[in-house]
C-alpha cells in the first residue's frame, strides 16, 4: 500500500513538474523524497550479517 | 553547450530512466519475479529521478534541477546498496534472477552512480544556464514531450502494478503472488 501510495505521489509530482506551477512542483518532490526515505528507514530493520 | 543541446540531453536521460522502468516490467512480467519492498522502493527512486530532467524540458536547464535528480539518485544507491549488502555473504544466493552476473540491485546501484556521475558532467557546462539565473522556458519539442509522457505513462502502471501486487496491506518481504488477485480459499 506505502509504495502505490508513493507511486501515486511520483505521478502526481511528474503531472505537476510538466503541468503545473514549478514550486508547488519543487515541495511536492521534497514530501515524495522525504516520504520514500521514510519508507527506507521503515523497511530496513534487517540487520546486516556483515564482519569486518 | 547551448540550452536546446541541454534539453535535448535531458530528454535522453527521460528515455533511458523509461527504458529502467520496463525493463523492471519486462522481468516482473515475463519472469513472474515480484519485486520485493526495497526493490520497489529502488523503483521508485528511479521514477523520481525523471522530475529534474522534467523540470529542465519545461522551464529550461537550471542547477537546482540537477540537484533534484542527484538527491534522488544519492538516496537510490543508498537504498540498493543497503540490498547488496544483505546478500554479500558468501554462499548467499542473492534475490531473485541475475542479469549477465548481476542481480537488479546491483544493476540498480551501478545505475544510481552512473546518474550521479553523468548529472556532474551536466552541471560543468554553464552555458546551458540563463545568464540571470532564473529558469527560462525551453521550446521543448516532440522528442522531448513523447519522453515526459513515456514516463509518466510508466509510473501510473507502477501504481496498478504495486496495487494489484501488494493490495490494501503492507507490501510482503517475499512476494509470490498478486495479492489483490489472489481468490480467497
Known amino acids: ?52 | 553547450m547551448t540550452r536546446s543541446l541541454a534539453v535535448t540531453i535531458n530528454a535522453l536521460g527521460l528515455y533511458a530512466i523509461a527504458f529502467v522502468l520496463a525493463a523492471a516490467f519486462a522481468a516482473q512480467l515475463w519472469l513472474n519475479e515480484l519485486p520485493c519492498p526495497l526493490c520497489l522502493l529502488q523503483r521508485t527512486q528511479f521514477a523520481l529521478l525523471a522530475v529534474g530532467p522534467t523540470l529542465n524540458v519545461r522551464f529550461g536547464p537550471h542547477p537546482s534541477h540537477y540537484a533534484l535528480s542527484l538527491l534522488t539518485a544519492a538516496a537510490g544507491a543508498a537504498f540498493a546498496m543497503r540490498q547488496v549488502l544483505l546478500h554479500i555473504m558468501p554462499g548467499d544466493p542473492g534475490y531473485g534472477s541475475a542479469l549477465l552476473g548481476y542481480h537488479y540491485y546491483s544493476w540498480a546501484f551501478i545505475g544510481f552512480a552512473v546518474a550521479i556521475v553523468l548529472i556532474g558532467a551536466m552541471l560543468l557546462f554553464d552555458g546551458q544556464f540563463a545568464a540571470n539565473g532564473e529558469p527560462k522556458p525551453a521550446a521543448a519539442g516532440a522528442f522531448a514531450h513523447a519522453a515526459v509522457w513515456l514516463v509518466i505513462a510508466l509510473i501510473a502502471l507502477n501504481v496498478a502494478s504495486t496495487l494489484l501486487e501488494c493490495g490494501f496491506a503492507a507490501c510482503p518481504d517475499n512476494p509470490i503472488d498478486y495479492l489483490l488477485l489472489k481468490r480467497s480459499p
Open chain 1, 1 to 52: 500500500m506505502e509504495f502505490t501510495a508513493l507511486f501515486l505521489a511520483i505521478t502526481i509530482v511528474m503531472l505537476v513538474a510538466w503541468c503545473g506551477s514549478r514550486t508547488i512542483a519543487l515541495a511536492l518532490f521534497a514530501a515524495t523524497l522525504i516520504a520514500s526515505v521514510a519508507t527506507y528507514l521503515h523497511h530496513a530493520t534487517d540487520a546486516l550479517k556483515l564482519a569486518f
